[in-house]
């Protein structure tokens, strides 16, 4: 087996191993963060009846009107990451909902995945 299926494996285990314990709610979703390559996705899952809530994303152009001041201490896409969280955040509470479940999807808490969750906080999720 190639290293390239141990790692996506063990990916797919941690994510089951992390949805079996967290589910969302109306009245708590589940905040879900997604990371590739380039870009990071975060989106709010009522899981009671399978809907998504709200969604941002790096490909939004707001973000990318955020981030177009390119710096040197700028460390571009986790700075992405943070604005991301902080749009999710809005939208939450624009639609009346202060509290999340937050799911890293079987990815480890550092990084971009944090700096959405750091976000959000600064937004006014609390979780």
Do not use: W
């Not at 590739?36 to 709010?44: E, G, P, R, T």
């Not at 009107?65 to 990451?81: F, L, P, S, V, Y």
């Not at 509290?99 to 979780?127: I, T």
Request: net charge positive; with cysteine.
């Amino acid at each position: 087996m190639s290293s390239f299926n141990e790692k996506k494996l063990g990916h797919i285990k941690r994510k089951k191993r992390i949805r079996k314990k967290i589910y969302g709610t109306s009245e708590r979703p589940r905040l879900c963060v997604f990371r590739s390559a380039q870009h990071i996705y975060a989106q709010l899952i009522n899981d009671t009846i399978g809907a998504t809530l709200a969604s941002a994303s790096t490909l939004e152009k707001n973000v990318l009107q955020r981030t177009n001041i390119k710096d040197e201490k700028n460390k571009g896409k986790i700075i992405e990451a943070d604005i991301v969280g902080q749009i999710i955040g809005k939208s939450a509470l624009e639609k009346g909902i202060k509290k999340v479940v937050f799911d890293r999807n079987g990815f480890l808490y550092h990084g971009r995945v944090k700096a959405v969750s750091e976000g959000a906080r600064k937004a006014g999720l609390d979780f």
